[in-house]
T-cell receptor, first 114, second 113 residues
Framework: NAGVTQTPKFRVLKTGQSMTLLCAQD?????MYWYRQDPGMGLRLIHY???????AKGEVPDGYNVSRLKKQNFLLGLESAAPSQTSVYFC?????????????FGPGTRLTVL | AQSVTQPDIHITVSEGASLELRCNYS??????LFWYVQSPGQGLQLLLK??????LVQGIKGFEAEFKRSQSSFNLRKPSVHWSDAAEYFC???????????FGTGTQLKVEL
């Protein structure tokens, strides 16, 4: 049972480049989330999904897009990367509402934008 | 809107000493409260959670937390810290029926041997 996996683990981009981060979970969870973690700012929610085919904006959605075409996958896209998007990105999933259920986190993706 | 404050950015304790990490929340109704731990280079793992009932909740790894409504606090405690407890700890608050959690900025715990 792999839980939540993230691909890639590390990435360096140049300003203006695009990329997609992949999150996969094998727990049949309905809810999935993308967070970014920056020093001194904790975790901030970028986008989330309450089920296959649905997405919603979180606290800091600008510059990111997401898709949830399959229940087990949640993709985070950066269309035109900026240095301000240098961060560690975490994906998480939960079976039920996150306010009442445990969120399971992936190991993170460290992204540097030059 | 809900919010969480963790007033201590860094805390250092000696191995075997007791630990208390502070968490204050802001929410109009009864909050759902969580503590997560992040070991270096890892994702977050749930330590414990409070929804209702007994205000003292027990978690994994010997941690406990006490919900105090009058103080809007949910402090995390451990009677005797182990070197392996060195990590970053996050308090989070959620609302009943809510789709998301709000995390605090974290407290980095260092354990001196």
């Amino acid at each position: 049972n792999a839980g939540v996996t993230q691909t890639p683990k590390f990435r360096v981009l140049k300003t203006g480049q695009s990329m997609t981060l992949l999150c996969a979970q094998d727990m049949n969870h309905e809810y999935m989330y993308w967070y970014r973690q920056d020093p001194g700012m904790g975790l901030r929610l970028i986008h989330y999904s309450v089920g296959e085919g649905t997405t919603a904006k979180g606290e800091v959605p600008d510059g990111y897009n997401v898709s949830r075409l399959k229940k087990q996958n949640f993709l985070l896209g950066l269309e035109s990367a900026a240095p301000s998007q240098t961060s560690v990105y975490f994906c998480a999933s939960s079976l039920l509402l996150p306010s009442t259920d445990t969120q399971y986190f992936g190991p993170g993706t460290r992204l540097t934008v030059l | 809107a809900q919010s969480v404050t963790q007033p201590d950015i860094h805390i250092t304790v000696s191995e075997g000493a007791s630990l208390e990490l502070r968490c204050n929340y802001s929410y109009g109704a009864t909050p759902y409260l969580f503590w997560y731990v992040q070991s270096p280079g890892q994702g977050l793992q749930l330590l414990l959670k409070y929804f209702s009932g007994d205000t003292l909740v027990q978690g994994i790894k010997g941690f406990e937390a006490e919900f105090k409504r009058s103080q809007s606090s949910f402090n995390l405690r451990k009677p005797s810290v182990h070197w392996s407890d060195a990590a970053e700890y996050f308090c989070a608050v959620g609302s009943r029926g809510g789709n998301k959690l709000t995390f605090g900025t974290g407290t980095q715990l260092k354990v001196e041997l």
